[in-house]
T-cell receptor
Protein backbone atom coordinates (compact mmCIF):
# COMPACT_ATOMS: atom_id res chain seq x y z
CA UNK A 1 0.00 0.00 0.00
CA UNK A 2 1.10 3.52 -0.66
CA UNK A 3 1.46 6.01 2.15
CA UNK A 4 2.69 9.57 2.52
CA UNK A 5 3.67 11.01 5.88
CA UNK A 6 4.09 14.69 6.63
CA UNK A 7 5.10 14.66 10.26
CA UNK A 8 5.04 18.43 10.67
CA UNK A 9 1.44 19.45 11.26
CA UNK A 10 2.15 23.15 11.63
CA UNK A 11 5.18 25.36 11.15
CA UNK A 12 5.42 29.03 11.99
CA UNK A 13 8.39 31.21 11.02
CA UNK A 14 9.21 34.86 10.65
CA UNK A 15 9.37 36.35 7.20
CA UNK A 16 12.70 35.91 5.36
CA UNK A 17 13.57 32.75 7.26
CA UNK A 18 14.21 29.56 5.33
CA UNK A 19 11.84 26.69 6.03
CA UNK A 20 11.85 23.01 5.06
CA UNK A 21 8.75 20.86 4.83
CA UNK A 22 9.35 17.15 5.26
CA UNK A 23 7.73 14.35 3.29
CA UNK A 24 8.35 10.63 3.71
CA UNK A 25 6.67 8.07 1.50
CA UNK A 26 6.12 4.33 1.34
CA UNK A 27 5.55 2.30 -1.80
CA UNK A 28 6.40 -1.13 -3.15
CA UNK A 29 6.58 0.19 -6.69
CA UNK A 30 9.95 0.74 -8.28
CA UNK A 31 8.51 3.41 -10.55
CA UNK A 32 6.39 6.15 -9.09
CA UNK A 33 5.77 9.89 -9.06
CA UNK A 34 5.95 12.40 -6.25
CA UNK A 35 4.15 15.73 -6.08
CA UNK A 36 3.79 18.86 -4.00
CA UNK A 37 0.61 20.90 -3.97
CA UNK A 38 -0.12 24.20 -2.24
CA UNK A 39 -3.48 25.11 -0.71
CA UNK A 40 -3.62 28.84 0.10
CA UNK A 41 -6.29 30.29 2.41
CA UNK A 42 -8.61 30.68 -0.56
CA UNK A 43 -8.88 26.88 -0.64
CA UNK A 44 -7.87 25.80 -4.11
CA UNK A 45 -5.15 23.19 -4.65
CA UNK A 46 -2.26 24.43 -6.76
CA UNK A 47 0.26 22.12 -8.37
CA UNK A 48 3.90 22.92 -7.59
CA UNK A 49 6.07 20.07 -8.82
CA UNK A 50 6.15 16.47 -10.05
CA UNK A 51 9.18 14.17 -9.89
CA UNK A 52 9.56 10.63 -11.14
CA UNK A 53 11.39 7.99 -9.17
CA UNK A 54 14.26 7.78 -11.64
CA UNK A 55 15.19 11.40 -11.33
CA UNK A 56 16.90 12.18 -8.04
CA UNK A 57 18.29 15.51 -9.12
CA UNK A 58 17.38 18.35 -6.84
CA UNK A 59 15.26 21.03 -8.42
CA UNK A 60 15.18 24.74 -7.83
CA UNK A 61 12.50 27.15 -8.95
CA UNK A 62 13.04 30.65 -7.67
CA UNK A 63 12.81 30.55 -3.90
CA UNK A 64 11.52 26.96 -3.96
CA UNK A 65 13.73 23.87 -3.99
CA UNK A 66 13.08 20.17 -3.66
CA UNK A 67 15.36 17.44 -2.35
CA UNK A 68 14.50 13.90 -3.44
CA UNK A 69 16.37 11.07 -1.72
CA UNK A 70 15.33 7.56 -2.61
CA UNK A 71 17.61 6.06 0.02
CA UNK A 72 15.53 7.63 2.77
CA UNK A 73 12.21 7.71 0.84
CA UNK A 74 11.99 11.43 1.31
CA UNK A 75 10.96 14.33 -0.88
CA UNK A 76 11.50 17.50 1.09
CA UNK A 77 10.52 21.02 0.09
CA UNK A 78 12.45 24.13 1.07
CA UNK A 79 11.33 27.73 0.79
CA UNK A 80 14.18 30.21 0.94
CA UNK A 81 13.63 33.74 2.22
CA UNK A 82 10.01 33.02 3.04
CA UNK A 83 7.31 35.60 2.41
CA UNK A 84 3.88 36.14 3.93
CA UNK A 85 2.31 35.00 0.63
CA UNK A 86 3.87 31.57 1.18
CA UNK A 87 1.45 30.99 4.05
CA UNK A 88 -0.62 27.97 3.06
CA UNK A 89 -1.12 24.28 3.64
CA UNK A 90 1.33 22.22 1.63
CA UNK A 91 0.59 18.66 0.57
CA UNK A 92 2.98 15.98 -0.56
CA UNK A 93 1.48 13.23 -2.74
CA UNK A 94 2.45 9.94 -4.37
CA UNK A 95 1.23 8.10 -7.44
CA UNK A 96 2.19 4.78 -8.93
CA UNK A 97 3.55 5.04 -12.46
CA UNK A 98 1.61 2.21 -14.04
CA UNK A 99 -2.11 1.90 -14.33
CA UNK A 100 -3.94 4.02 -11.82
CA UNK A 101 -3.54 7.76 -12.03
CA UNK A 102 -4.76 8.50 -8.54
CA UNK A 103 -2.79 10.50 -6.00
CA UNK A 104 -2.36 9.53 -2.36
CA UNK A 105 -1.89 12.65 -0.25
CA UNK A 106 -0.14 13.27 3.03
CA UNK A 107 -2.00 15.04 5.82
CA UNK A 108 -0.49 18.38 4.93
CA UNK A 109 1.70 20.92 6.73
CA UNK A 110 0.21 24.28 7.63
CA UNK A 111 2.88 26.92 7.10
CA UNK A 112 2.44 30.36 8.60
CA UNK A 113 4.84 33.14 7.70
CA UNK A 114 4.67 36.01 10.17
CA UNK A 115 5.66 39.53 9.14
CA UNK B 1 -9.11 27.27 -20.65
CA UNK B 2 -11.31 28.07 -17.66
CA UNK B 3 -9.93 25.19 -15.62
CA UNK B 4 -12.01 22.67 -13.72
CA UNK B 5 -15.36 24.19 -12.85
CA UNK B 6 -17.34 23.04 -9.85
CA UNK B 7 -20.79 24.02 -8.66
CA UNK B 8 -22.15 24.95 -6.27
CA UNK B 9 -19.27 26.53 -4.39
CA UNK B 10 -21.20 26.39 -1.14
CA UNK B 11 -24.15 24.24 -0.17
CA UNK B 12 -25.98 24.19 3.13
CA UNK B 13 -28.64 21.57 3.52
CA UNK B 14 -30.50 19.67 6.16
CA UNK B 15 -29.95 16.08 7.10
CA UNK B 16 -31.85 13.71 4.85
CA UNK B 17 -31.86 15.97 1.82
CA UNK B 18 -30.35 15.00 -1.52
CA UNK B 19 -27.20 16.85 -2.56
CA UNK B 20 -25.81 17.00 -6.08
CA UNK B 21 -22.35 18.39 -6.79
CA UNK B 22 -21.32 19.13 -10.34
CA UNK B 23 -18.03 19.22 -12.20
CA UNK B 24 -16.88 20.26 -15.64
CA UNK B 25 -13.34 18.99 -16.34
CA UNK B 26 -10.79 20.63 -18.58
CA UNK B 27 -11.54 19.90 -22.21
CA UNK B 28 -9.40 17.06 -23.54
CA UNK B 29 -8.61 15.57 -20.15
CA UNK B 30 -9.24 11.83 -19.99
CA UNK B 31 -9.32 11.36 -16.23
CA UNK B 32 -11.72 12.82 -13.68
CA UNK B 33 -11.37 12.47 -9.93
CA UNK B 34 -13.58 13.24 -6.94
CA UNK B 35 -11.77 13.92 -3.66
CA UNK B 36 -13.14 14.84 -0.25
CA UNK B 37 -11.27 16.97 2.29
CA UNK B 38 -12.01 16.94 6.01
CA UNK B 39 -9.96 17.92 9.03
CA UNK B 40 -10.01 14.39 10.38
CA UNK B 41 -9.28 12.41 7.23
CA UNK B 42 -7.47 14.90 5.04
CA UNK B 43 -7.74 14.51 1.27
CA UNK B 44 -9.22 11.19 0.30
CA UNK B 45 -10.06 9.87 -3.15
CA UNK B 46 -13.69 8.89 -3.56
CA UNK B 47 -13.84 7.75 -7.19
CA UNK B 48 -12.18 8.33 -10.51
CA UNK B 49 -13.17 7.95 -14.16
CA UNK B 50 -11.18 7.28 -17.30
CA UNK B 51 -12.90 8.21 -20.56
CA UNK B 52 -16.21 8.53 -18.68
CA UNK B 53 -15.96 5.01 -17.21
CA UNK B 54 -15.65 4.58 -13.43
CA UNK B 55 -12.36 2.84 -12.71
CA UNK B 56 -12.07 2.79 -8.94
CA UNK B 57 -14.89 3.62 -6.54
CA UNK B 58 -13.38 1.93 -3.51
CA UNK B 59 -13.20 5.24 -1.71
CA UNK B 60 -16.92 5.92 -1.88
CA UNK B 61 -18.01 5.85 1.76
CA UNK B 62 -21.28 3.98 1.38
CA UNK B 63 -24.30 3.45 -0.81
CA UNK B 64 -25.57 6.93 -0.08
CA UNK B 65 -22.87 8.22 -2.42
CA UNK B 66 -23.03 7.84 -6.18
CA UNK B 67 -21.12 9.41 -9.06
CA UNK B 68 -21.78 9.58 -12.76
CA UNK B 69 -20.04 10.88 -15.83
CA UNK B 70 -22.56 10.87 -18.68
CA UNK B 71 -20.14 12.56 -21.07
CA UNK B 72 -16.60 13.89 -21.29
CA UNK B 73 -17.54 17.34 -20.09
CA UNK B 74 -19.71 16.67 -17.06
CA UNK B 75 -19.76 14.66 -13.86
CA UNK B 76 -21.96 14.60 -10.78
CA UNK B 77 -21.48 13.40 -7.23
CA UNK B 78 -24.72 12.72 -5.43
CA UNK B 79 -25.38 12.11 -1.76
CA UNK B 80 -28.79 10.77 -0.83
CA UNK B 81 -29.74 11.03 1.97
CA UNK B 82 -27.17 13.44 3.33
CA UNK B 83 -25.88 13.25 6.92
CA UNK B 84 -23.96 15.76 9.07
CA UNK B 85 -20.80 13.64 8.80
CA UNK B 86 -20.82 14.28 5.04
CA UNK B 87 -19.91 17.91 5.71
CA UNK B 88 -16.64 18.51 3.89
CA UNK B 89 -15.06 20.20 0.89
CA UNK B 90 -15.49 18.12 -2.23
CA UNK B 91 -12.91 18.61 -4.96
CA UNK B 92 -13.12 17.57 -8.56
CA UNK B 93 -9.90 17.23 -10.56
CA UNK B 94 -8.99 16.22 -14.07
CA UNK B 95 -5.83 15.14 -15.86
CA UNK B 96 -4.49 14.13 -19.25
CA UNK B 97 -4.11 10.45 -19.88
CA UNK B 98 -1.93 10.42 -22.95
CA UNK B 99 1.18 9.15 -21.23
CA UNK B 100 1.78 6.14 -19.05
CA UNK B 101 2.45 7.07 -15.50
CA UNK B 102 1.04 9.77 -13.32
CA UNK B 103 -0.15 13.01 -14.77
CA UNK B 104 -0.69 16.31 -13.08
CA UNK B 105 -4.12 16.71 -11.55
CA UNK B 106 -5.73 20.11 -11.98
CA UNK B 107 -8.22 20.76 -9.21
CA UNK B 108 -11.42 22.77 -9.17
CA UNK B 109 -12.10 25.36 -6.49
CA UNK B 110 -14.09 22.86 -4.45
CA UNK B 111 -17.66 22.62 -3.20
CA UNK B 112 -18.06 23.25 0.53
CA UNK B 113 -20.94 21.15 1.84
CA UNK B 114 -22.53 21.70 5.23
CA UNK B 115 -25.20 19.28 6.37
CA UNK B 116 -27.15 20.47 9.40
Amino acid sequence: AQKVTQAQTEISVVEKEDVTLDCVYETRDTTYYLFWYKQPPSGELVFLIRRNSFDEQNEISGRYSWNFQKSTSSFNFTITASQVVDSAVYFCALSEAQGAQKLVFGQGTRLTINP
Amino acid sequence: DAGVIQSPRHEVTEMGQEVTLRCKPISGHDYLFWYRQTMMRGLELLIYFNNNVPIDDSGMPEDRFSAKMPNASFSTLKIQPSEPRDSAVYFCASSLGRYSGANVLTFGAGSRLTVL
